[in-house]
């Protein structure tokens, strides 16, 4: 079994925008962005996910990376192999991205919304992202894709 999800790369100021999210209990740190529904293509994924999460329109996609090594999901109890697409977008202002400046502030519970805010490149490190291929994606942008 396989599951597709697509991210978006927003960077602005020499930051990048993280989700913090609660899934299953546990405190996530990501980038945002989700699953492929079915008839879906990947850069119509991106546009959704975006709208949906952030509650802004992405511009002008352009493929940065996908998953090119095996990766279990960690959030499936049967066997599921992920593979991650990421894009880098534009928004039309991105100072109206509404964000908040400590990680996970506002979230009480699994049902709250998740929360964004600007990681700078400079000084943070792969373990501030919760996901593995985040992680890798995190150094690719950190040594100039």
């Known amino acids: 079994m396989f599951t597709i999800r697509v991210y978006g790369l927003l960077l602005h100021q020499g930051c990048v925008l993280v989700a913090d999210e609660l899934i299953k209990g546990q405190r996530i740190t990501k980038f945002p962005g989700g699953g492929l529904e079915f008839g879906e293509g990947l850069k119509d994924c991106l546009i959704r ?40 977008f534009r928004v039309a202002d991105p100072a109206a991205v509404p964000v908040v400046n400590m990680p996970f502030t506002g979230i009480r519970g699994p049902g709250d919304a998740e929360v964004f805010r600007w990681l700078v490149l400079e000084g943070s490190k792969e373990e501030d992202l919760s996901l593995p291929i985040d992680r890798m994606v995190w150094r690719m942008m950190r040594d100039g894709f």
């Open 49 to 88: 996910e975006i709208r949906e999460e952030i509650g802004v329109e992405a511009f002008d996609p352009v493929h940065f990376y996908t998953t090119d090594f095996f990766q279990q999901s960690a959030f499936h109890s049967t066997p599921m192999q992920v593979v991650s697409v990421y894009y880098t």
